[in-house]
């Protein structure tokens, strides 16, 4: 992280309930372990508050504590931003510190950082979310797989993907307080999540995808905001999409937004909604900003790079890479080939995944394909270069690597 | 913008080589307007300059000349960064002004913004790119309608999709320079354009889309950025992929970004690659993030909201809205559905766009569609309200809006 901010961040104070009895990391050496919330946010060596216990009562203490006494906070809590988050900074704001909120809605997606800076050169027009995963979930398991709301919903529930009352999650009052807040840093809008027209996914049945399809379209659970004259429309319910649409290929548990601006046209972002990493990747963002702000000055601006220096780098060589691997060949039709080519597949200790040919193509000009289980590149690259001399190749094979983990 | 930043940007100076025979829009009225761009950079009431020029030549000495003179630079030069970014940053580094480049790579994607901030806190280990708009839209030509490279370049370069001379769009040059910078940001490493493993999309042809798809993949032309061990691998070729990632739903000339981080996880990042809008959306985007680095002190910090006040809003009605719909009805089947329910529809005023039924389903529990033009959501409510009182329906017909627009 240094090699980012050009200094280091220090963990002075470290505390939870069960703070005392857990074994740190290796190398965090907090000068203070406690269960008193109290101790950190009057800490003199404490600049900088990361507020991760959730919930409106404790955590409101924590984050307004800190606030009095002068610290920025970082926090994660979706349910204390929603519902008074602007009051809360501009607490923060008359004591010059810093509130930041990255990982208060859609954890794993950089989209605050995205609305508040990365675009704010335009003017949101329309955000679209898919801002529950549970929900998104159920909703992809019902498409794939023809079964019923309440079956689906039962195997989140065995699963542990959703909780025993559900009523957060498949009514849509969780993706609600998300909007919301989106609504809040898209368009300068303070919104009562209650004021959103809110419908949920359990009316959904695996009938209504089969006419989705026959429509073009597929079904999510749409957050919407969409600016009409000078107000906006707010809501979030199942709507059809078309399958084409970028939209429609968050699956299972991610989260999305899209966003369409008066100028910058639609751009769209996407990660998990939550989990306990890319929060943390969230939350340590956001303390890199505030360190960062907290040492004003042209020394500690945000490099255009990103980092504070650049590595002089030389690509390793591809040779050395190893990728699974598609082979496409022209060919004049002939007995003996696949024994030829895999006899040099075979030399170079590589091993060969499928075989395909369609059917009817011209015997003079045969396209056929290999692919090829894992291998390094300088072998695949030698063996093509070896087939690429047999007497029946009518052009010499087209070698391209599949990405199966994208 | 005001309302984001808390301040006005003034428009000091314009120059172009036509600036002072061009009509300049209303509302912007410069105190400078010229054909030397020296006249710009030395003028002492400018403190930003936007460099909006391309190419290497008069653009560095436009850059060099505000960074000497003390001004912090935009710039959305792709061809000058990827070239000299880091030592022109230096300088800018040691004049204490800022560099700020969002719109050099994909345009209308606010990737910088995301690597240099939104994820800081990851160590990003895999980086995949679909960065040049061209070859991408030629790819999904021949994928939808199986012609050939050559045909579909051809027309391509007849709208004016592709240049007259391909050779950068398509045989990946133009994505290369992308990807050197975007892995400079990621990875924090300065590479060489030339030393990239480059090849294009000439041989990709719609046979091999054909096998793609048995496979279940399509074909793009991926930018790929890996770490392995301490070093990086780094390409752009053409590369299969799995359909069902989102990165395979990336049509047209759209551009994208995959990353997986150490922690994170995967997060992708999707929008124009350029066009005058988009790029201008970023370079505004800059301005306004260089404007409150010029202005420090808690007063001018970004508001985690984005906005530095926020409007107390309560949503339009949603009866207000005008979408177009899908109603999935369930009936007892008996003759004269049909007839009832296109009398309530048209009584209200509403128009049909298509009837569904599936077939061999269930006549006592009967799913069939109906799929509406737009209309305003009352009488969309009001007409399904009346609906579910006729005495064929075993439930309320489920009424969601279709977004076609996404």
Not at 238 to 251: E, F
Not at 286 to 307: C, N
Not at 356 to 367: R, T, V
Request: charged residues 20%; aromatic residues 6%.
């Amino acid at each position: 992280m240094s090699e980012k901010l050009g200094f280091r961040l220090n963990v002075t104070a470290v505390c939870s309930r069960t703070a005392k009895t857990k074994t740190l990391p290796a190398g965090l050496a907090p000068s203070l372990i406690t269960d008193d919330w109290r101790e950190v946010v009057s800490h003199p060596d404490v600049h900088i508050v990361a507020e991760l216990i959730g919930g409106t009562t404790v955590a409101r203490e924590v984050v307004e504590g800190a606030i009095a006494n002068g610290k920025s906070v970082v926090t994660a809590n979706k349910e204390l931003i929603a519902l008074d988050g602007f009051a809360i900074w501009q607490r923060a704001a008359a004591k010059g510190v810093t509130l930041a909120m990255e990982a208060s809605v859609c954890g794993g997606i950089p989209v605050h950082a995205v609305l508040r800076e990365g675009i704010a050169g335009d003017r949101v027009e329309t955000l679209f979310g898919i801002l529950n995963g549970t929900s998104n979930y159920i909703l992809t398991e019902i498409e794939q797989h023809g079964s019923a709301f309440g079956d689906v919903l039962a195997e989140a529930q065995r699963l542990g993907y959703a909780e025993a009352d559900p009523t957060a999650d498949v009514d849509g009052f969780d993706a609600r307080s998300k909007l919301a807040l989106l609504a809040s840093i898209a368009f300068g809008a303070r919104i009562q999540p209650a004021d959103i027209h809110t419908e949920g996914i359990r009316r959904i049945s695996p009938t209504d995808f089969e006419y989705a399809k026959q429509l073009g379209c597929t079904i999510k659970l749409l957050c919407s905001a969409r600016r009409e004259g000078d107000g906006l429309f707010v809501s979030v319910r199942p709507a059809l999409m078309p399958l084409q649409a970028i939209m429609a290929g968050v699956h299972g548990p991610y989260n999305a937004v899209w966003s369409k601006g008066a100028f910058g046209q639609d751009t769209f972002y996407y990660g998990r909604g939550a989990g306990p990493l890319p929060t943390g990747v969230a939350v340590v963002s956001d303390l890199m900003r505030v360190a960062r702000e907290l040492r004003p000055g042209p020394a500690h601006r945000v490099p255009p790079f990103g980092f504070t220096d650049l590595v002089e780098t030389k690509p390793l060589p591809m040779g050395l890479q190893k990728r699974s691997w598609y082979l496409r060949f022209r060919i004049t039709d002939q007995p003996g080939i696949i024994r030829d080519l895999a006899s040099i597949l075979a030399e170079h200790g590589i091993s060969i995944d499928a075989v395909l040919q369609l059917p009817d193509l011209d015997k003079h000009n045969l396209p056929f394909v290999i692919t090829l289980e894992t291998a390094q590149e300088s072998a695949v690259r030698s063996a093509v270069e070896k087939m690429s001399q047999l007497p029946f190749m009518v052009e010499p094979p087209l070698a391209i690597t599949m990405e199966r983990s994208l």
